[in-house]
């Protein structure tokens, strides 16, 4: 895959996730390394049948809200083309 199509669209949220990985369209999934891990582990069972997104979990929470421009410390992120 190319990454000359444009830059990637970064979505926050744990339902947009589901629904996202649901639909073969996350192409990259950031989850919070300080994030609970009953969390973390439901992200984890979701994504083991979609082998093709990659999963980064190097970033803390605030990291990743960051990434998105919300304030609120945010658990997961999905990066869609």
């Not at 996350?26 to 994504?47: I, N, P, Q």
């Not at 049948?49 to 990291?63: A, F, K, P």
Request: with cysteine; hydrophobic share 40%.
């Amino acid at each position: 895959m190319s990454d000359s199509t444009g830059p990637r669209r970064r979505i926050a949220g744990y339902n947009q996730f589901v629904k996202l990985v649901r639909r073969g369209k996350a192409v990259k999934v950031y989850l919070a390394s300080d994030a609970d891990v009953f969390f973390t582990d439901g992200v984890k069972r979701e994504l083991a049948c979609h082998t093709d997104v990659i999963l980064d979990v190097t970033r803390t929470s605030d990291d990743l809200a960051a990434m998105v421009n919300v304030e609120v410390p945010t658990a997961v992120v999905t990066e869609v083309e």
